[in-house]
Nanobody, 128 residues
Framework: QVQLVESGGGLVQAGGSLRVSCAASGRTFSMYAMGWFRQAPGKEREFVAGISQSGSNTGYIDSVKGRFTISRDNAKTTVYLQMSSLKPEDTAVYYC?????????????????????WGQGTQVTVSS
């Protein structure tokens, strides 16, 4: 099992950058595929980015591709989402999730059944 804690959210101006982090407990972090998800008020939760256990495979939804970068440091048991050129429509609660059931190969569709551990979320607000 693993526990996930997000941090790094906050208020940023449009066009700015922000990095959110997800710290994981447990000695088996390197065995989990990791993903970032977000949910804005009144909208459905959506997949944002995913990364395979070793970090060799990554994937992004079209709206963030080229602006966001997902990475992981297995030694620190942490996954990151570096966000740049932020837009007001990026405003949402950002969640990280872990999967011990799935090897991430680049799929950008949302399938919550693939992820069996979730963090509490961190708020990201982009002002215009």
């Amino acid at each position: 099992q693993v526990q996930l804690v997000e941090s790094g959210g906050g208020l940023v101006q449009a066009g700015g950058s922000l990095r959110v982090s997800c710290a994981a407990s447990g000695r088996t972090f390197s065995m989990y595929a990791m993903g970032w998800f977000r949910q804005a008020p009144g909208k459905e939760r959506e997949f944002v980015a995913g990364i395979s256990q070793s970090g060799s495979n990554t994937g992004y939804i079209d709206s963030v591709k080229g602006r966001f970068t997902i990475s992981r440091d297995n030694a620190k048991t942490t996954v990151y989402l570096q966000m740049s050129s932020l837009k007001p429509e990026d405003t949402a609660v950002y969640y990280c999730a872990a999967s011990s059931l799935y090897y991430y190969t680049g799929d950008v569709s949302y399938d919550s059944s693939r992820y069996n551990y979730w963090g509490q979320g961190t708020q990201v607000t982009v002002s215009s």
